[in-house]
């Protein structure tokens, strides 16, 4: 039986927490801090996120789906995001 793995994103203003469950890890959380910009980077965020079976991000709107299209651009997966507003 494979396990699913869930990555749990928490973008606020100056950093994005990344937190994945499952696997062979109960949780492990990334920060990623922005340098110098005034957002994360979120092509390091989609790298921490990595190859998880389910996305959930959580934030402002507008970060959010900055998040989303640059995840979708580089994974190809839109599939895995999961919308939290709807739950």
Same mark, same amino acid.
């Given at each position: 039986?494979?396990?699913?793995?869930?990555?749990i994103?928490?973008?606020?203003?100056?950093?994005a927490?990344?937190t994945t469950?499952?696997?062979?890890?109960v949780g492990?959380?990334?920060?990623?801090?922005?340098?110098?910009?005034?957002t994360?980077?979120l092509?390091r965020?989609v790298h921490?996120?990595g190859?998880a079976?389910?996305? =959930?991000?959580?934030?402002? #709107? $507008? @970060?959010?789906? %900055?998040?989303e299209r640059?995840?979708?651009?580089i =994974?190809?997966?839109?599939d #895995? $995001? @999961?919308?939290l %507003?709807?739950?």
């Amino acid at each position: 039986m494979t396990s699913v793995t869930e990555a749990i994103v928490v973008l606020e203003a100056d950093r994005a927490v990344v937190t994945t469950i499952g696997g062979s890890t109960v949780g492990a959380a990334a920060v990623v801090r922005s340098a110098g910009a005034s957002t994360p980077d979120l092509g390091r965020v989609v790298h921490e996120i990595g190859d998880a079976d389910r996305v =959930s991000i959580v934030g402002p #709107r $507008l @970060r959010r789906l %900055d998040l989303e299209r640059a995840y979708v651009a580089i =994974s190809h997966r839109p599939d #895995r $995001l @999961r919308d939290l %507003d709807s739950a």
